[in-house]
């Protein structure tokens, strides 16, 4: 039998004032299971918590129940305090009198009616609770990145820095990402490579970090602080261990026509490739799509001039699994396809560029050694176009363009004219604009030098049409300016479109893996817009970089790092005790259906066959379903879905809100 | 039609592909047939039927039968083939332990609409192209099919099998049917007539539990209102309120696993048209989030647990008579 | 249940309240001291995906003349989505209701952020304004439950 102590506060006269506190402990007494009741002016201070300590233990109570303000303000004060004396925590109900009760109403009769049917109520459900105890769940001290580009290097690299192993899968044959092929870095304009491979160099150097280059995450189970992740290493046909990056493989493969995707296939590469000088790891890599030994048989050149013997042919695609406390996931960005605005004549025209291309065009490890040369007739343009929002802020409506702004094509091309007429000054330039966006330390800056200093034409409006002349070699590109309202006619060499950014093709299949919510956009959704930006709503899964939405070189390095700190939090812990209010299915009246599985945002319910004991002496097999405890979070999404009422929640039950509903309505 | 559902029933059991046959049984008289398993073919000659009054969906009974030793035969009218799909859905039925022959189905008589055309003392019932020649202890009758057809016959949804191993008989097609009808006349009632009307059809229920025990979809292992500790505990409903709780959460519950099989009202031996509140679930979900028939496939997630985030209606549409 | 007797219909409105959004917002209004009638009853749960239908007819039997949900705008959910699963939900139960002849204004679901503690007095004198026009609950009433 419960004995229940009842605790009414004054709070000063916040409460006191509003409501008969006296008559609110006096009522009490007469509350069905209610042992004790007392009031108190200050319940939380020192002496209020010692009050209620030592009723505790001199009237042995069972539950407690606190009249006071709300529980979003002090129930973990009071928790706390009656846990310190060896009481679960979770026998204590507040009853909310101050916020909903003597500061919301005038009437000093009408508020201590009203107080006394909150402490009734909470009373009827503290009766009815149940001693809760969280979980406590194992934490593997490692963590895996996924993703080496800037965000994941920089994730791992804190990770590292705090002394925990960790693992970086990288598709490509090396890391470095997108930020490795930028030429120059806006608005400071040092060199991209000068500061991404030092950061790769690290990265490989770092005997904490595993580069698992080459490879695919194939499948993730578990939850926060023990992830079971399958890794595809695809077959590379290189020993990794063997190859020195010599190179002499590549320089000798005959096979030397294969689109180069590092220079974004403006040239091309050999078979055997590294994909460039400061790849990391330096290995070399043979493309299976392209090589005649694999695909015909004959060759073998690579294998021959190899001196360390690491050419392998008979290599096969290897699946490891490897264990994890938390996850980062840094799948980054793509840009988006543009091939569909005919208008624009990309895929018409070899001058017709999108902007990682024109990065690439004047990059020193470009396919032109950095000089500025038209794709098409290899000749330094005069006049170049710059075409803004190119697939951005767009109804998807419209040629499925993405409805976002991609946040940093306004600044990389004042980048591009600004290095351009850095280099070539007679270069003419105009730009093409919806809206200048240049929120950002130094940014706004930047953009006025290109305008003011450089002489950029920065025009608000669109371009039209883009129309390439054989004779000429001319792009006639068909503009309208906004401001002055005419049509304009330029004579172009090069068009560079600024195209959109949208998230890694695997992004999708990696939220899924990692039951991760995403937008419709496929950016990974953060658990919380505001507070929880670097956290996916799912327990242990961080986001760093693009993958969670547009955004720069430095905002990329920050969110990985607090995603970093944030995976730290985890590992440093020995165990991670869970949230106790959570769903739990009463596996007799389960039946199995899988609704509950159905509407779980977290995907924490999962099914069991289970042999369960029959009448006669039988058993029976049946599905049932089972909550990871580590993974639920407790919003009782699955307790209505469940037409057995097998669901419930700890801490809300059904009969602990029903039972608040009665003591309130009668 | 009969025969040939025994012929095929007792090749299969010959064959050693099914032990035993689920199917309908007849009953003292020509109307009340009860569903039965058969394990011989000479219990299936003397005991199968297959007639007009055939109505049960045999598709509840395979949770208990799939989960015995060997392979059962079960019959499925077109609309059984959505249930069935349904407790697939949802894992109540081993489909390896069950061989389901599509059997084809043109309405089942209701054998109250013929008492209640005065009908009594009813000793043999024949279908002759349509007509039904009923031989009474009073006399021959003769009533045409049409108006001895269930309700949920008269507006049935799909001639469709949605599963099955083997067919008999000619598959049709999903129906354009009017069985929304009834709900949106009383849709159109006022509020005050609509509680007169529910109140006068719930008043009778007797808490019999046969519209849950029929049910293919409440399969619970134990239903919430069997609970002691449920918050629903409720055996018999003591004043109106309690009838009235019992209708609604019943309703709510299987809604968007119901395949509007209309079992319910079949049983309902108070003749409340129960089948009414399970097709206001069915006829909303279908107006605010697409059309959706529970069954149709295996594995379809149904709109009660899905949801779209910027063009599901408020519930204040309710108000505004949006889904009257 | 009035205290102040003789005076005319004092109705009993139960208001389920998330603890994320609703519950802060009506806190939100005690703390500026905005003041809302003494009828309301504010219950607690995690989200409004709590909130079972048998909730819901529990107060009407019970004698809560109205009963109103309060969540977070849809989009803000603290658990993402259990918002959307409370429209759909309700939005349907509601209609049940409606279609057995149950007056629709006294079930209510009002979308209520942690910041609108204005908002919350607004739907809460609103909602109490309809259900005192509307009277007692009598269509979902069970007698036994009966005051007085």
Redesign the interface.
Known sequence: MQRIGVFVCHCGTNIAATVDVEAVAEAAKSVPGVVFSADYPYMCSESGQDLVKESVQKYNLTNVVICSC???MHEKTFRKAVESIGMNPYMLEIA?I????S?????K???T??AI??MK?ACAKATLNTPLTPGMLPVTKRALVIGGGIAGMQAALDIAEAGYEVDIVEQKPTIGGKMAQLDKTFPTLDCSSCIVTPKMVDVGQNDKIRILSYSDVEEVKGYIGNFDVKIKRKARYVDEDKCTGCGLCTEKCPMKKVPNEWNLELDTRSCVYIPFAQAVPKVATIDPRYCLKLNKGTCGICSKVCGVGAINYEAKDEIIEEKYGAIVAATGFEIADISRYDEYAYGQSPDVVTSLEYERLMSAAGPFGGHLLRPSDHKEPKKIVFVQCVGSREEESCKGGKEYCSKVCCMYTAKHAILTKDHYPDTDIYVFYIDVRTPGKLFDEFYRRAVEQYGVHYIKGAVGKVTPHKETGKLEVQGYDMILNEQMHIDADMVVLAAAVEPSHTARRMATMLTA?MDNNDFF?EA?AKLRPVES?TAGVFLAGMCQGPKDIPETVSQASAAAAKVIGVLAKDQLVGNP?IAHPDE????????CA??C?YGAIT?VEKEFRMPNRTT?M??VAQVNEAVC?????C???C????MD?RG?S??E??A???A??? | MQEELIKRAVELMEDGTVNRVLGWQKGQFVYDITPAVFTSADELKENFVYNDFCGDNLSKYLKDETEKEGKVLVFLKPCDTYSFNQLLTEYKIHRENVYAIGIECYGKADVELLRRKGIDGILDVKNENGTLKIATIYGDEEVPMMEAMAERCVNCKSKKHVAYDELIGEDGEVLDSNRFDMVEKLEQMSAQERFDFWQGELSRCIRCNACRNVCPACTCEKCVFDNPDSGLYNKAAADSFEEKMFHIIRAYHVAGRCTDCGECSRVCPEHIPLHLLNRKFIKDYNELYGSFMAGAEVGQVSPMVDFTMDNDAEPSIVQKGGAE | MSVKENTEFQPTIVAFCCNWCSYSGADLAGTNRLSYPTNVKIIRVPCSCRINPMFVLRAFQRGADGVILCGCHPGDCHYMEGNYHTRRRMTLLFSMLNYLGIESARTRVEWVSAAEGQRFVDVMDDFTAKITELGPNRRLEDLRCKKN
């Not at chain 1, 101050?98 to 009760?101: G, H, I, M, S, T």
């Not at chain 1, 500061?103 to 009437?107: A, E, Q, R």
């Not at chain 1, 037409?643 to 097998?646: D, E, H, M, Y």
């Open positions: 709300s529980p979003r909310n101050r916020e909903q009760c500061w919301v109403h005038k009437d009769e009408e508020g009616e009203k049917m909150l109520a919510p959704t919380h709503a209010c007799l009246m389960c039946n199995g259906c899988s609704q159905g509407v945002p099914y029976k049946r599905r979070q407790g919003c009782g999404a307790t209505v879905t037409p057995s009422g097998a929640l809300f059904n009969n809100i029903m608040e509903v009665d309130l309505c009668l």
